[in-house]
C-alpha cells in the first residue's frame, strides 16, 4: 500500500518568509495530493490540491509542485503571515476506480508551521 | 451548503462503555470516511462507507469497532466497550460521486472521545 513521508515534522520561520513543506510516496499509481491545514481544536482544511498530469498549480500565496519520477511533492507558501500558523498535511491516493483495500487516502505525519511575527 | 457535521463535539466515556459518533455528509455527498487522530499525530484511515454499503474496512480494529451509513440518516461509528487507548480525535470527511477527476474529501470538525 501506500506510504506518505513528510518533512520537516517542525519549520519556524519569520513573518514574509517563504515556507517548504516537502513529502514523498512510495506507489507510483497514485494520482492526486492534497494538502490541509489543520488548525488548533479543528477539522483539517483542504486548501490546495494537485492531479498527477499537472507538475505545478499556485493559488496566491500557496502553490504544489509534483516530481512523478521522482515521487516527491511540495508545498510553498510565500509571505508568511502569523495565520498560516498550524499544522500542515500532505496526503496521496491511488487513482480510481478504487478496489477494496486501495481506495484510501494516505497522509504523511504533518509539519507544525509557526510563523514568527 | 453547510460543510460536514459531526456531533457530539465532545464525548466523554467510562471504560467498558460504548460510544456511538455521529457524521452527516456535505448535501449531495454519498462517500463518507472515518480516520483516527492521535495527539501530536497524523491521520489514520479507519473505514470508507457509501450509502447501505461498506466499501474498505481494512483500517478498523476488527474488535469492538463498527460503521454504518444508512439510506436515511448519518453515517455512525461506534465503539463498545471502551478503552483508554481509544481516547483520540475522530474525523469524519465526505467526498461526492466518485469520478475520474472528483476525489477532495472535505473534513468535519471532529469528535474528541475521552475515555475515563
Known amino acids: 500500500g501506500e506510504n506518505v513521508e513528510q518533512h520537516p515534522s517542525t519549520l519556524s520561520v519569520q513573518e514574509g518568509d517563504s515556507a517548504v513543506i516537502k513529502c514523498t510516496y512510495s506507489?507510483?499509481?497514485?494520482?492526486?495530493f492534497p494538502w490541509y491545514k489543520q488548525e488548533l481544536g479543528k477539522g483539517p482544511q483542504l486548501i490546495i490540491d494537485?492531479?498527477?498530469?499537472?507538475g505545478e498549480k499556485k493559488d496566491q500565496r500557496i502553490a504544489v509542485t509534483l516530481n512523478k519520477t521522482a515521487k516527491h511533492f511540495s508545498l510553498h507558501i510565500t509571505e508568511t503571515q502569523p495565520e498560516d500558523s498550524a499544522v500542515y498535511f500532505c496526503?496521496?491516493?491511488?487513482?480510481?476506480?478504487?478496489?477494496?483495500?486501495?481506495?484510501?487516502?494516505?497522509f504523511g505525519a504533518g509539519t507544525r508551521l509557526t510563523v514568527k511575527p | 451548503n453547510a460543510g460536514v457535521m459531526q456531533n457530539p463535539r465532545h464525548l466523554v466515556r467510562r471504560r467498558g462503555q460504548e460510544a456511538r459518533l455521529r457524521c452527516s455528509p456535505m448535501?449531495?455527498?454519498?462517500?463518507v470516511y472515518w480516520y483516527r487522530q492521535l495527539p501530536e499525530e497524523g491521520l489514520k484511515f479507519m473505514v470508507y462507507l457509501q450509502k447501505e454499503n461498506i466499501i474498505d474496512e481494512s483500517g478498523m480494529p476488527k474488535e469492538r469497532f463498527s460503521a454504518e451509513f444508512p439510506k436515511e440518516g448519518p453515517s455512525i461509528l461506534r465503539i463498545q466497550q471502551v478503552v483508554r487507548g481509544d481516547s483520540a480525535a475522530y474525523f469524519c470527511a465526505s467526498s461526492p460521486q466518485v469520478t475520474g477527476s472528483s476525489y477532495e474529501q472535505y473534513f468535519g470538525p471532529g469528535t474528541r472521545l475521552t475515555v475515563t
Open positions: 506507489d507510483s499509481a497514485s494520482n492526486y
Open positions: 494537485i492531479r498527477s498530469n499537472v
Open positions: 448535501k449531495g455527498h454519498s462517500h
Open positions: 496526503a496521496a491516493r491511488p487513482p480510481y476506480p478504487f478496489t477494496s483495500n486501495n481506495n484510501d487516502m494516505r
